[in-house]
């Protein structure tokens, strides 16, 4: 599988924290971890099926992914091409009206966020151009024309970088207290803004620091406490469903993306 990686124009900085390209030349597959941002995918060549629960299921050629709590496995057959768009975690709200909350743990098709003829639109530009670049450019123009907010909502900005620097150990009250809002309204601004809840970004984060940032010098046990986990049946617990995997077992095995 070759991965490359590409930084979206000046406008689009904001709101897009980078696109991926993916080409695998032999049927490939891949466990994918949860993470904070909300996914656009362009299938140029090929085909990508991923599997929910014991069903396989073939995803469609523009298909918008919310964040997942679980991780899952994607499978890409011979000379498959994807682009994909990866939103910053506030930057998917700039584009899409809809309330992304409702994408959490599903993929699906672009043409149920905005009408089916722009999605047939940017479908056939991106069939008649070959290199990527050219691609880039043509998901860029798209995106431009969807852009409905020009700047960030600072309060969940905020927010956001405090979670990152507590690398996801905080609790919900510790948010609030600086902001304007009491919790009701702080969290359904967050889960508009940012696609889950405070609670469960903060999850992700943990998660995604530990994984990072876990030395094998150090036992597992031991690292879990320094994250701010306390109980370790729901450390193993969290950790399984976010990886698939006993820790044990992740950090002996699989690579991941």
């Known amino acids: 599988m070759h991965i490359q990686r590409y930084f979206p124009r000046e406008a689009l900085k904001p709101f897009i924290k980078q696109f991926v390209l993916i080409e695998s030349e032999h049927m490939q597959e891949n466990r994918i971890l949860p993470d904070t941002s909300i996914v656009l995918a362009f299938r140029c060549k090929g085909l990508v099926k991923t599997r929910e629960e014991s069903e396989s299921i073939v995803l469609p050629s523009s298909v918008i992914t919310g964040i997942r709590t679980a991780s899952r496995t994607m499978h890409y057959t011979p000379q498959t091409t994807n682009l994909l768009v990866i939103f910053n975690e506030y930057g998917a709200s700039a584009f899409f009206k809809d309330p992304l909350f409702e994408l959490a743990g599903i993929s699906t098709s672009l043409d149920n966020l905005i009408p089916a ?141």
Request: no cysteine; charged share 25%; net charge positive.
């Open 117 to 257: 003829w722009k999605v047939r639109d940017i479908e056939a530009q991106l069939a008649e151009v070959q290199n990527t670049i050219q691609r880039i450019r043509v998901v860029e123009q798209f995106l431009m024309g969807e852009l409905k907010v020009r700047e960030p909502d600072l309060l969940i900005l905020n927010s956001l970088q405090k979670i990152r620097l507590a690398q996801g150990n905080i609790r919900i009250k510790e948010l609030v207290q600086d902001v304007p809002l009491s919790r009701d309204p702080f969290e359904k601004r967050f889960r508009r803004v940012v696609g889950t809840s405070p609670k469960q970004f903060a999850s992700i984060v943990r998660l995604r620091n530990f994984i990072t940032t876990y030395s094998s010098a150090q036992s597992l046990t031991e690292a879990a406490y320094d994250a701010g986990y306390f109980d370790q049946s729901h450390f193993i617990k969290s950790f399984r469903l976010f990886t698939g995997q006993a820790p044990h077992d992740f950090f002996r095995s699989a690579s991941f993306w």
